[in-house]
């Protein structure tokens, strides 16, 4: 496993500690890259994109990279919220700009999985309302099967199951249930890659084994009754050169809501089909890897 190191940093309402993994990647010159998780996910889902994107990277992209990667609050090492109305993507994207703040990043590039890619969309509307004068504070951006039109079915069904399920009993009662929960996503899965999974997403507790996120990120996700309109957001990236990547059988976003995407956006933009990948590729496939090489080096290397 890559090493990293740990780093905490207030949220940005100065409320919670909050925790990120910091893979410093090249040297001086690495360009630094924000990863932001899904809903129920924190930042160790990102392991099997870092071990194969450093290591390229440092050979082939200049300087290489430095990937931040955190917890957004309520998940892995970061503090819980004690008010779960502040679980919302406009939130952790307040949030994001304050890491990047105590590290020192003044612009980063960004790549975000489901909920991860609706905060980099939040990121963009509030990077909009900056000065003019001032630099923008992004970069270009890789959406991971997320985009400006959610299909309902799919939320209710990711609805279904958030902060529902566990604790179990042991380890291989969590890979089953991931298994259970995940497996039209993953279908080439074995029984390694499910226990690898749920090492990712579950953590150990007095009580057995439990998913690594507070249940409470459920209870703003069951409150909106409508699906906010998200094209403003996407408008707000305009200018930025965008990388959509989609699970060739994702319920979550259609190929035809990729396409009006690359239709209205005003800038670069690429979109490619992961095989054999629903809602959400792990981002380690190898045309998720083709594709996201052949971005990052002609817009960020």
């Known amino acids: 496993m890559t090493l990293y190191r740990s780093h905490r940093f207030r949220s940005a309402d100065g409320r919670l500690d909050l925790f990120a993994r910091d893979y410093p990647g090249g040297g001086p010159g690495a360009r630094p890259l924000l990863l932001m998780h899904a809903l129920t996910r924190n930042s160790?889902?990102?392991?099997?994109?870092?071990?194969?994107?450093?290591?390229?990277?440092?050979?082939?992209?200049?300087?290489?990279?430095?990937?931040?990667?955190?917890?957004v609050r309520g998940r892995g090492r970061s503090d819980h919220d004690p008010e779960p109305a502040h679980y919302n993507p406009a939130v952790y994207a307040q949030d994001m700009f304050a890491l990047m703040d105590d590290l020192g990043i003044e612009s980063a590039g960004l790549v975000g999985t489901s909920m991860g890619g609706l905060v980099a969309m939040a990121m963009a509307a509030m990077n909009r309302g900056r000065s003019r004068e001032l630099p923008s504070r992004i970069g270009p951006v890789v959406l991971n099967d997320v985009g400006a039109f959610l299909e309902p079915d799919a939320l209710e069904r990711i609805g279904s199951y958030v902060g529902k399920a566990g604790p179990f009993a042991d380890w291989t009662e969590a890979a089953a249930a991931c298994r259970a929960v995940n497996g039209a996503v993953f279908?080439?899965?074995?029984?390694?890659?499910?226990?690898?999974?749920?090492?990712?997403?579950?953590?150990?507790?007095?009580?057995?084994?439990?998913?690594?996120?507070?249940?409470?990120?459920?209870?703003?996700?069951?409150?909106?009754?409508?699906?906010?309109?998200?094209?403003?957001?996407?408008q707000a990236m305009d200018g930025l050169p965008v990388l959509l990547l989609r699970g060739a059988t994702s319920d979550l976003i259609s190929a035809?809501?990729?396409?009006?995407?690359?239709?209205?956006h005003e800038g670069?933009?690429?979109?490619?089909?992961?095989?054999?990948?629903?809602?959400?590729?792990?981002?380690?496939?190898?045309?998720a890897q083709s594709a996201i090489r052949a971005f990052l080096t002609e817009h960020y290397a």
């Open 268 to 287: 670069p933009f690429a979109s490619a089909e992961v095989p054999e990948r629903g809602h959400t590729p792990l981002l380690n496939e190898p045309a």
């Open 187 to 234: 279908p080439d899965f074995t029984d390694a890659d499910w226990m690898d999974f749920a090492r990712r997403t579950c953590r150990e507790t007095d009580g057995g084994v439990a998913h690594d996120y507070d249940p409470a990120i459920a209870v703003p996700f069951e409150a909106e009754s409508e699906q906010l309109d998200l094209w403003p957001f996407w």
């Open 256 to 264: 035809a809501t990729v396409e009006e995407m690359g239709r209205r």
């Open 44 to 71: 160790a889902d990102f392991e099997p994109l870092v071990e194969w994107l450093l290591p390229w990277a440092a050979n082939a992209a200049g300087g290489g990279y430095r990937l931040i990667v955190p917890d």
